[in-house]
């Protein structure tokens, strides 16, 4: 399958976040990456319900929506409700993951776990044929346009490993500092969905760096 990109719209200009949700539904991007962020399970505040309300109304790709927030339960029919394609989840902000996994797919939504930098790939092995999705953060949560971790090369290995020899079809996302430069080595590495914020929407031409993106390693 050749990979995905999902440029975070976390990095768009809100002014006139129209015309940039326009540019991506033109572009060779596959996917919106949706940062969902609450000011307590992460130290920073995004958008809420009407925003992304709006984006759905005008976006013409699939809504990959990463839940930065405290007790994510609460609001899963509503962002199936918003028109949402993958929900993605931290497993640290989840007591009862198998539940909520569950829960997100039973609503028709496809399910994604998310690993904070310092939580090792292991803990999902038990859960890993149950979830659509694995978004492995290569900057800790928060914030566009931060330093990439290197640790994610060998994480993004060890899921690798673990999805296969679980005969499991979930994909593995990557989200945090992807540039040109590292996007080829995460995707060798075995990534399937690039993530990318501040490069995308940075550049001085967006629609070129995504199809730069989708162009790496072909
Ligand atoms: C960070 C978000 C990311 C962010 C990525 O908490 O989850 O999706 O927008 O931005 P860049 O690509 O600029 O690191
Ligand atoms: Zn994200």
């Not at 999902?6 to 949706?34: C, K």
């Not at 902000?93 to 790939?121: C, D, F, S, W, Y």
């Not at 940075?202 to 390693?217: C, D, R």
Request: proline fraction near 5%; glycine fraction near 10%.
């Amino acid at each position: 399958m050749p990979h995905l990109i999902a440029p975070s719209l976390l990095s768009a200009d809100f002014t006139r976040l129209g015309d940039d949700i326009e540019m991506v539904n033109r572009s060779e991007a596959d996917w919106f990456h949706v940062d969902v962020m609450d000011g307590v399970f992460v130290p920073n505040i995004s958008f809420g319900m009407p925003v992304i309300k709006a984006i759905g109304k005008v976006a013409k790709k699939p809504l990959d929506v990463h839940l930065m927030i405290v007790q994510p339960e609460r609001y899963f029919e509503t962002f199936r409700d918003l028109g949402t394609y993958c929900l993605s989840i931290h497993y640290e902000a989840v007591t009862h993951l198998h539940r909520a996994v569950h829960q997100i797919r039973e609503l028709g939504m496809k399910a994604g776990v998310v690993l904070n930098p310092h939580t090792p790939v292991h803990v999902l092995e038990d859960i890993i044929t149950d979830v659509d999705l694995v978004l492995l953060m290569s900057v800790n949560p928060g914030f566009g346009g931060q330093k990439f971790i290197e640790g994610a090369y060998g994480k993004i290995e060890k899921l690798k490993k673990l999805v296969v020899s679980a005969g499991s079809s979930a994909l593995i996302e990557v989200d945090g500092g992807v540039d040109l430069n590292n996007a080829g080595k995460l995707l060798a590495a075995g990534a399937d969905v690039l993530v990318a914020g501040n490069t995308v929407f940075g550049s001085s031409v967006p629609a070129h760096t995504i199809s730069q993106l989708k162009m790496v390693g072909q």
